[in-house]
């Protein structure tokens, strides 16, 4: 079956300390990936997306960065956290018309 | 560029009223249109979807119907309930488009008993 891992649930990181998010994909072979972040009472904003192993568009800039080092993993990293990456990070695959995502991170940046 | 808007939220309706929650886009070519929900404290799910103009999407009694003229696919239920209560995104995609999946900002809706 079709899953999506994505972890930690829950973060509280100090303002400075870096960031590594984790999300696998199970069940489906070369998919789009995505990170998106939903911040307090507004929509999903589409961070990264990516095509492929190593191929990453960023859509907005900002202190973050992804990686896919395999073709169902893709990460999202910060060398530095601010206060302003608070939010709900959520993971995304893609494939035709379908999509699936992951139960999202809750980062709260201290 | 590809865009979604929806209306604005919140929304609150009593249990059993008609529910419409607006959504135009704007795409080049024929994407796919999908309307994702979110339930408090879960993730996304795909609610219902439409691949091409005309089709009408429909699932647990929401419909919505691909309007290519209006650019529109607007989400209706005729009865709401209590249990559904949630966050609902509209949002175009498909291979037409790249890929990517473009979302609007969400609508929140609070349904009273």
């Known amino acids: 079956s079709q899953t999506i891992h994505q972890w930690p649930a829950t973060l509280v990181q100090p303002v400075g300390s870096p960031l590594s998010l984790e999300c696998t994909v199970e069940?489906?072979?070369?998919?789009?990936l995505y990170w998106y972040r939903q911040a307090a009472g507004r929509g999903l904003q589409l961070l990264f997306y990516?095509?492929?192993?190593?191929?990453i568009s960023s859509e907005v800039p900002q202190n973050l960065s992804a990686s896919r080092p395999q073709d169902r993993q893709f990460i999202l990293s910060s060398k530095k956290l601010l206060l302003s990456d608070s939010g709900f990070y959520l993971c995304a695959w893609s494939r035709w018309i379908k999509a699936f995502f992951g139960q999202g991170t809750r980062l709260t940046v201290v | 560029g590809n865009s979604v808007t929806q209306m604005e939220g919140p929304v609150t309706l009593s249990e059993e009223a008609f529910l419409t929650i607006n959504c135009t886009y704007t795409a080049t070519g024929y994407p796919s249109l999908f309307w994702y929900v979110q339930y408090p404290g879960e993730g996304l799910q795909l609610l219902l979807k439409a691949t091409k103009a005309d089709d009408k999407g429909s699932n647990k009694g929401f419909e919505a119907t691909y309007r290519k003229e209006t650019t529109s696919f607007h989400l209706e239920k005729g009865s709401v309930q209590v249990s559904d209560s949630a966050v609902y995104f509209c949002?175009?995609?498909?291979?037409?488009?790249?890929?990517?999946?473009?979302f609007g900002q969400g609508t929140e809706l609070s349904v009273k008993p």
């Open positions: 949002a175009l995609g498909g291979d037409n488009q790249g890929g990517k999946l473009i």
């Open positions: 069940g489906t072979s070369n998919p789009n």
């Open positions: 990516s095509v492929g192993i190593g191929q």
